[in-house]
Structures are given as structure tokens and as C-alpha cells.
T-cell receptor, first 110, second 114 residues
Framework: QKEVEQDPGPLSVPEGAIVSLNCTYS??????FMWYRQYSRKGPELLMY????GNKEDGRFTAQVDKSSKYISLFIRDSQPSDSATYLC??????????FGTGTRLQVFP | DAGVTQSPTHLIKTRGQHVTLRCSPI?????VSWYQQVLGQGPQFIFQ???????GRGNFPDRFSARQFPNYSSELNVNALLLGDSALYLC?????????????FGAGSRLTVL
């Protein structure tokens, strides 16, 4: 079993839809949780960053962490075609070693 | 403000050859990490360096090595290349080696091994 599980998709939604992306994990030592966005042939770009459990909102993006269930989510409201990318969840303990999910490919069509 | 810069952006090698990839962290960042991302997968941790010392190593063979220089830039070396080494190699930097600050990634070096 992988430490971090993420549905690879692809996920295809119409413009304006609410998108829900999720990851589960098994290591209870993880404290820091991140979502990265990666466009084709580019490096990952940090979208959201959360420490421990709770919610965090930034514009159209909301990140949720439920440590009791070992489950994290990213919600995208009013999705746009420019949101089409691969979304990677990542997490770590108190070291630099990030453990990534496989990434979910999102396609938002006009 | 320059981000993490990596070179070369693309390169093609043949099996058995050696490759050196280079990374310049964000100014003021002392920690550099390397990740390998195979097509269709998430990045996998290879190394972390902080203040020129290795602080972490992932599950990669000894053909992979790295170092960090006094100006905090870093090199990743891969010897005896295999077809399976074809991947996007990502460098990431942050201020310290632990704590709350986040990793910022470069655009990567795409290695193709023929």
C-alpha cells in the first residue's frame, strides 16, 4: 500500500463546476499538507499549504485536512479552463521529504 | 525575483552514459532537494542537502549522487544510465531544512535515455 493514495482521473468537468480532489494517507506522522498544480512539462507550483487539521481558503480554492480520517481535499469553485492541469497532493512530517500522490489530471471544458 | 533555476532543460543520453544536472536555489534558501518524476507519477524524493551536508536520501541506487556548493547551488549526478532513468528531474529549495516553510520547485530537467 502506498503512503499516499490519489485517484489519477482524468476528471473532466464543465466550466463553472465545483471540483473536488482528494487524497488519503497512512502515515500519522504527516503534519504539513500541500496541493501543487502542475501544467504539462512544467514543475509543480504550490497552490495551498496547511499545517495539521482544518480548512484554508484562498480565492476559489479551499483545502481541507482531516487528520483523524487521514484524508485531505482540495475544492475548486467556479472552475475555469485555465485550471486544467494535474493536481498533486503532497505531505510530510518535520523533514524535507515530501511524499506525493500520483496526481489527478483535471480537464475543464468551456 | 528569480525562482529555482535548473539546467539543462532537456537532454538526451544513451544507456551507460553519465549525466550532471544543475540547480540554483532561490536567493537565501539553504536547503535543496531533488525529486524524480516519471511520466504519469508523482515526484519521488531522491536527496536533500542543507548547508552542504546530505540530510536525507530516498530509495535510489548508488548510481545517483549529489552535492551542494558553498553558494547553495547543487548538482545531481547519475552514472551508468538506464532506460528507466528517463524522467523529469526536479530541484526544490526552501529556507531551512525543517519547519513550516514550503518547498518551491524549479521547472525541471527532462532526461531521455535511449
Amino acid at each position: 500500500q502506498k503512503e499516499v493514495e490519489q485517484d489519477p482521473g482524468p476528471l473532466s468537468v464543465p466550466e463553472g463546476a465545483i471540483v473536488s480532489l482528494n487524497c488519503t494517507y497512512s502515515n500519522s506522522a504527516f503534519q504539513y499538507f500541500m496541493w501543487y498544480r502542475q501544467y504539462s512539462r512544467k514543475g509543480p507550483e504550490l497552490l495551498m499549504y496547511t499545517y495539521s487539521s482544518g480548512n484554508k481558503e484562498d480565492g476559489r480554492f479551499t483545502a481541507q485536512v482531516d487528520k483523524s480520517s487521514k484524508y485531505i481535499s482540495l475544492f475548486i469553485r467556479d472552475s475555469q479552463p485555465s485550471d486544467s492541469a494535474t493536481y498533486l497532493c503532497a505531505m510530510r512530517g518535520n523533514t524535507d521529504k515530501l511524499i506525493f500522490g500520483t496526481g489527478t489530471r483535471l480537464q475543464v471544458f468551456p | 525575483d528569480a525562482g529555482v533555476t535548473q539546467s539543462p532543460t532537456h537532454l538526451i543520453k544513451t544507456r551507460g552514459q553519465h549525466v550532471t544536472l544543475r540547480c540554483s536555489p532561490i536567493s537565501g534558501h539553504k536547503s535543496v532537494s531533488w525529486y524524480q518524476q516519471v511520466l504519469g507519477q508523482g515526484p519521488q524524493f531522491i536527496f536533500q542537502y542543507y548547508e552542504k551536508e546530505e540530510r536525507g536520501r530516498g530509495n535510489f541506487p548508488d548510481r545517483f549522487s549529489a552535492r551542494q556548493f558553498p553558494n547553495y547551488s547543487s548538482e545531481l549526478n547519475v552514472n551508468a544510465l538506464l532506460l528507466g532513468d528517463s524522467a523529469l528531474y526536479l530541484c526544490a529549495s526552501r529556507v531551512e531544512s525543517s519547519g513550516a516553510n514550503v518547498l518551491t520547485f524549479g521547472a525541471g530537467s527532462r532526461l531521455t535515455v535511449l
